[in-house]
C-alpha cells in the first residue's frame, strides 16, 4: 500500500486516519501543516521489513520513499498475481 500527503492533508488527518496506517506498518504517522507525509506499508499480521515511513516539514519539499518490494510469497504473505 502506498500512501502520499502534501501540503494541506493535516486537517483531515484525525485518529481514525492514524489508526489506519498504523495497521499498514506506520509507526509514527504524523501530518503537519504544509508538510509531507509518505509510507509503504503492508497489510497483514507479518511486517516486512521493506516498511516504510517518512515526512518532512514545511518548505522542505515532497518526501520520497524508496523500497525493494520482493514479488515471491514469503510465509505468511501471500502475493496476487494477476
Not at 481514525?16 to 503492508?42: E, F
Not at 518532512?56 to 510469497?73: C, E, M, Q
Amino acid at each position: 500500500m502506498l500512501v502520499a500527503v502534501q501540503d494541506d492533508g493535516w486537517f483531515r488527518f484525525n485518529a481514525v486516519a492514524r489508526d489506519a496506517l498504523k495497521s499498514l506498518g506506520a509507526r509514527d504517522p504524523q501530518v503537519v501543516y504544509r508538510g509531507s507525509y509518505a509510507l509503504i506499508g503492508y497489510k497483514g499480521s507479518i511486517k516486512p521489513s521493506w516498511v516504510r515511513e517518512a515526512k518532512r516539514n514545511k518548505g522542505l519539499g515532497p518526501t520520497v520513499l524508496k523500497a525493494t518490494i520482493p514479488t515471491v510469497d514469503l510465509p505468511g504473505m501471500h502475493l496476487n498475481t494477476w
